[in-house]
C-alpha cells in the first residue's frame, strides 16, 4: 500500500520559536495533502487541504499566518507552526491523497512547546 | 454542515463479546465511508472502506460494516472482540471526489478486558 511519512515524530520547542513539520509521499504521487489536528483523547481536525503548487485552503479558525502550507511537490507537503506557544502542543497528522480519493495517513507528529 | 456522529463515546465489552459501533452522518451527495482504528500511541489504521458495491464491507481484524443508505449509517461490526482490539475508533467520511478532506466522527473508545 502507499506509504507517508512525517519528520520529525516528535518535537520540543521553545514558545515563540517556529518548528516546520514534513509530510512525504513515499510511493505514489500526492496530488492533495491534507494536514490534521488531534487533541488528547479527541478526533481528527482538519486543518487544511493543499494541492501541488496552489496556495492551501485552511478550514475556518485556522490562522493561515500562524500554519503556514507549503505543497511544493507532488511528494511533500511542510507545515510551519511560527511562533508557537504552549496551546499549539498537540498531534500533527498528515495524509496523502493520488488520483483515487483515498488518503493514506501519515504516522503524525507531537509537538510540544515550553 | 456535514458531520459524523459517533453514537458510543467508551464502549466497554469482555473478550468474545460482539461488537458493534454505531456511525451516521449527515453529507451531501455520494459519500465514500471509512473506519479507522488508533491503537494506543500508535498512528491512524484503516480498517476497511466502502466507495461502491456491495454495502457489506469487510476490512482487516476480522471487522465488517454495512453502508445502510436510507439510514444515512456506516456501522461497525465484529462478531467476537479480543483483548488487542483495544483501541480508539473512527469513522470517517468525504465525498467522492478526488481531492476533498475526510470528516471525522469524535471516535469511540473501545476498552476489551480479558
Known amino acids: 500500500g502507499a506509504v507517508v511519512s512525517q519528520h520529525p515524530s516528535r518535537v520540543i520547542c521553545k514558545s515563540g520559536t517556529s518548528v516546520k513539520i514534513e509530510c512525504r509521499s513515499l510511493d505514489f504521487q500526492a496530488t492533495t495533502m491534507f494536514w490534521y489536528r488531534q487533541f488528547p483523547k479527541q478526533s481528527l481536525m482538519l486543518m487544511a487541504t493543499s494541492n501541488e503548487g496552489s496556495k492551501a485552503t485552511y478550514e475556518q479558525g485556522v490562522e493561515k499566518d500562524k500554519f503556514l502550507i507549503n505543497h511544493a511537490s507532488l511528494t511533500l507537503s511542510t507545515l510551519t507552526v511560527t511562533s508557537a506557544h504552549p496551546e499549539d502542543s498537540s498531534f500533527y497528522i498528515c495524509?496523502?491523497?493520488?488520483?483515487?480519493?483515498?488518503?493514506?495517513f501519515g504516522p503524525g507528529t507531537r509537538l510540544t512547546v515550553t | 454542515a456535514q458531520s459524523v456522529s459517533q453514537h458510543n463515546h467508551h464502549v466497554i465489552l469482555s473478550e468474545a463479546a460482539s461488537l458493534e459501533l454505531g456511525c451516521n452522518y449527515s453529507?451531501?451527495?455520494?459519500?465514500?465511508l471509512f473506519w479507522y482504528v488508533q491503537y494506543p500511541g500508535q498512528h491512524l489504521q484503516l480498517l476497511l472502506k466502502?466507495?461502491?458495491?456491495?454495502?457489506l464491507v469487510k476490512g482487516i481484524k476480522g471487522f465488517e460494516a454495512e453502508f445502510i443508505k436510507s439510514k444515512f449509517s456506516f456501522n461497525l461490526r465484529k462478531p467476537s472482540v479480543q483483548w488487542s482490539d483495544t483501541a480508539e475508533y473512527f469513522c470517517?467520511?468525504?465525498?467522492?471526489?478526488?481531492?476533498?478532506?475526510?470528516?471525522f466522527g469524535k471516535g469511540t473508545t473501545l476498552s476489551v478486558s480479558s
Open positions: 495524509s496523502a491523497s493520488g488520483r483515487v480519493n483515498e488518503q493514506y
Open positions: 466502502y466507495f461502491s458495491g456491495d454495502p
Open positions: 470517517a467520511v468525504t465525498l467522492n471526489q478526488a481531492g476533498t478532506a475526510l470528516i
Open positions: 453529507y451531501g451527495g455520494t459519500v465514500n
